[in-house]
Nanobody
Framework: QVQLVESGGGLVQAGGSLRLSCVASGRIFSNNAMGWYRQAPGKQRELVALILSGGTTRYADSVKGRFTISRDNAKNTVWLQMNSLNVEDTAVYYC?????????WGQGTQVTVSS
């Protein structure tokens, strides 16, 4: 059984920063893609950032230059550093790990940005 546990969400003022963490426990292979998605009220879940096991990254246009995704394969951990946050970044952020034969999601962590 694999679990993804997110932490680091919270309330922050516009212009501030937060760092989200996601730790994968259980049997999970390092050759995978790990990512962060978010879902705001009334909106569909969307990709925020993705990182492959080799380090290749992909970002949503709305967060490019502000967010940075990183990972430690040995620790099965992925981080999302979020800078210059704005109210449009308010959402529940979900960690995801996808590989051959599996696709796991965390429970989500709330990020609220106040104006």
């Amino acid at each position: 059984q694999v679990q993804l546990v997110e932490s680091g969400g919270g309330l922050v003022q516009a212009g501030g920063s937060l760092r989200l963490s996601c730790v994968a426990s259980g049997r999970i292979f390092s050759n995978n893609a790990m990512g962060w998605y978010r879902q705001a009220p009334g909106k569909q879940r969307e990709l925020v950032a993705l990182i492959l096991s080799g380090g290749t990254t992909r970002y949503a246009d709305s967060v490019k230059g502000r967010f940075t995704i990183s990972r430690d394969n040995a620790k099965n951990t992925v981080w999302l550093q979020m800078n210059s946050l704005n109210v449009e970044d308010t959402a529940v952020y979900y960690c995801n790990a996808v590989g051959t034969g599996y696709n796991y999601w965390g429970q989500g962590t709330q990020v609220t940005v106040s104006s």
